[in-house]
Nanobody, 126 residues
């Protein structure tokens, strides 16, 4: 069993930055793909970014490339999402999730993720 806990959300002005964290406990992220998703009020959850735990492959939603960066700290068993030049439309509940590495080719699909955190709220004011 894996427990995922997100942190780092908050209220920020447009143009600002936030760095979200996703800490795993129970077991390590090894042999996993880790993803970030977000869900805005009244909208479906959407893919943000994902990476293999080895760090050799990353994937981003096309609309977020260049502003968001996913990374990890293996010693802390933590995955991060650095978000820059935030826009009001980035307001959402951001959740991290873990999937078997064998599902990497489908890492943009939330259905392949086995473990989810509770999420951290990001609100961007205009």
């Amino acid at each position: 069993q894996v427990q995922l806990v997100e942190s780092g959300g908050g209220l920020v002005q447009a143009g600002g930055s936030l760095k979200l964290s996703c800490a795993a406990s129970g077991r390590t992220f090894s042999s996993s793909a880790v993803g970030w998703f977000r869900q805005a009020p009244g909208k479906d959850r959407e893919f943000v970014a994902a990476m293999t735990w080895s760090g050799d492959i990353t994937s981003y939603a096309d609309s977020l490339k260049g502003r968001f960066t996913i990374s990890r700290d293996t010693a802390k068993n933590t995955v991060y999402l650095q978000m820059n030049r935030l826009k009001p439309e980035d307001t959402a509940l951001y959740s991290c999730a873990a999937a078997p590495i064998s599902s990497w080719s489908l890492s943009r699909l939330e259905s392949v993720y086995e473990y989810w955190g509770q999420g951290t709220q990001v609100t961007v004011s205009s």
